[in-house]
Every structure is written in C-alpha cells, then in structure tokens.
C-alpha cells in the first residue's frame, strides 16, 4: 500500500490547474495505482483554502455490477474535495477518467474558480480490452 499525493497547482486569474505527483503513470499516461493505495489531494499547499471542491469521476459505459468509483465508501461520480482530502483505493482493475472543479479566494472579497481537466487513473492490471482482460 502506496499513498500518492496529487499536488493541485493553480495560480490566481488563471482557470486552468495542473498536476503534480510522484505517481507512476502506464504507457498511455493514466496515473498508476493499486487496491490498497491512497491519494491525497493539496492544492498549492497545505494550508491553502478551497471551496467547492468536487471530483467528477467518468467511466462510461459502466459495466454491469462495477463500481462507479474506484474509492472507499465513494459511490461518485461526483465526489466533493478539500484541501488535504486522502482517496482510498479499493477496487481491484478500471480506469477512470476524472476531472477537479473548485474555487479558491484570493485579495479581499475575490474568488478564482479552477479547474484540473482530464487525468485519467488507473486501477490494477489492465488488459488491451480495457477491462482487465
């Protein structure tokens, strides 16, 4: 069991977050973790205030009898986020295509609206079907 932090950078007056991690990535770049593993979000820095915070998770079509989340006690698709927010992974093969929408106040009485667009994670082992097979 590995935890990964995914640091969620994004600077004021600019929409678009972006993504840094020690996470290793497979040959089509989605994020590799395993069962077991854990995620913890931060943005810009610890102490760094969000609002809003909401992870929309997407995998379509859904196999019957999958979860729609790859995360402990998620159901998603949609999941709201804070600052320091730890994901346990807890299936076993997917891949999900996510997305992190939030706002961030800055200066006196200013709120930035943000997002981190498109990182794809993948659970397990996964075949060239796509679903482990």
């Known amino acids: 069991m590995t935890q ?31 069962d077991g593993d854990t995620i913890l979000l931060i943005f810009n820095n610890p102490d760094t205030v ?11 079509p859904v196999p019957k009898g999958e979860a729609p989340s790859p995360f402990s006690g998620l159901i998603g698709p949609n999941i709201p986020v804070t600052n320091k927010t730890v994901l346990a ?16 106040p800055y200066g006196v009485g200013h709120i930035g609206h943000h997002v981190l667009p498109d990182p794809e994670l993948q659970v397990g082992s996964i075949g060239s079907d796509g679903n482990g097979g």
């Open 4 to 34: 990964y932090t995914f640091n969620v950078n994004f600077t004021n007056h600019v929409k678009t977050a972006k993504l840094h991690t020690t996470c290793p990535l497979t040959l089509d770049g989605a994020y590799q973790v395993y």
């Open 50 to 60: 969000i609002q809003n915070g909401m992870m929309i998770l997407k995998k379509e």
């Open 89 to 104: 992974v807890d299936v076993l093969k997917g891949c999900w295509g996510f997305s992190i929408a939030f706002d961030a």
